[in-house]
Nanobody
């Protein structure tokens, strides 16, 4: 099983990033998926979740209206579009498979001027 995140980086406040998570080794198209993040000195927190069909999504209050979770089951890939980024969004972002608890290695997002 592999979950490989990419797309992180340094961005100015108000900017955008799109994270990707390439999945392999399990039946991605049947799996509910999530994005989590962990800032320095803080616990890992749920950012967004999406059902296996993509038809149901939910978001942390702190990112509602700014972040969009999506998936492409044909490409075995999960996405997180992040707009209007704020310094408090700075964290390592992790891809997560919800049924079996698989985790990716994380990708760093830093929002700073």
């Amino acid at each position: 099983v592999q979950l490989v995140e990419s797309g992180g980086g340094l961005v100015q406040p108000g900017g955008s990033l799109r994270l990707s998570c390439a999945a392999s080794g399990f039946t991605f198209r049947s799996s509910d998926m999530s994005w989590y993040r962990q800032a320095p000195g803080k616990e890992r927190e749920l950012v967004a979740a999406i059902s296996w069909t993509g038809g149901n999504t939910n978001y942390a209050d702190s990112v509602k209206g700014r972040f969009t979770i999506s998936r492409d089951n044909a490409k075995n890939t999960l996405y997180l579009q992040m707009n209007n980024l704020k310094p408090e969004d700075t964290a390592v972002y992790y891809c997560h498979e919800r049924a079996f608890g698989y985790w990716g290695q994380g990708t760093q997002v830093t929002v700073s001027s």
